[in-house]
């Protein structure tokens, strides 16, 4: 069962490359991860340390996935932007925020679970939700994976 709860955030600087792809899984996880490559590597020519693994979203398209894949970094690091990586921040303010926990797959499921809470409790969807991915997929088994997600409000 999933935990809503409504908090308030602070923004956080972040490195990214904008990506679009289909809404097939493999279609994401290949687009997604050459993204987080591309914006790793730079990072590390650049000796930035990354802190937090995330994705971005402003738009809803449901034929189309378009993201900003990156990693949240020091404020000082966005200075550093450049070519395809670009710098952004999370923006402050009240948001929704929970935790799915499973495969990346099943986080449409969350999703659904989530416009269903806002929609009952009269909350209005902004822009942009975002997602913090705690674990790393290439060692922790798929069920036990954490996506800590945020959600602007309108």
Known sequence: ?????????????YLYEERSCS??????SATMGGAFQNVMDFLSS??????????VYYTYDPDRMSFRAGF????????????????AVTPA???????????????????GLMMEYIEKNGLKLGAPTWEIYVDDPQVTPPEQLKTEIFVSLA
Do not use: C
């Open 1 to 13: 069962m999933l935990e809503f709860k409504l908090t308030n955030v602070e923004e956080q600087p």
């Open 23 to 28: 809404r097939d899984p493999s279609d994401i």
């Open 46 to 55: 650049r000796q930035i340390s990354p802190i937090q693994v995330l994705a």
């Open 72 to 87: 949240t970094v020091s404020a000082d690091a966005v200075t550093k932007a450049e070519g395809a990586v670009k710098a």
């Open 93 to 111: 303010g009240q948001v929704l925020t929970f935790t799915h926990v499973g495969p990346y797959s099943e986080l449409r499921h969350s999703y």
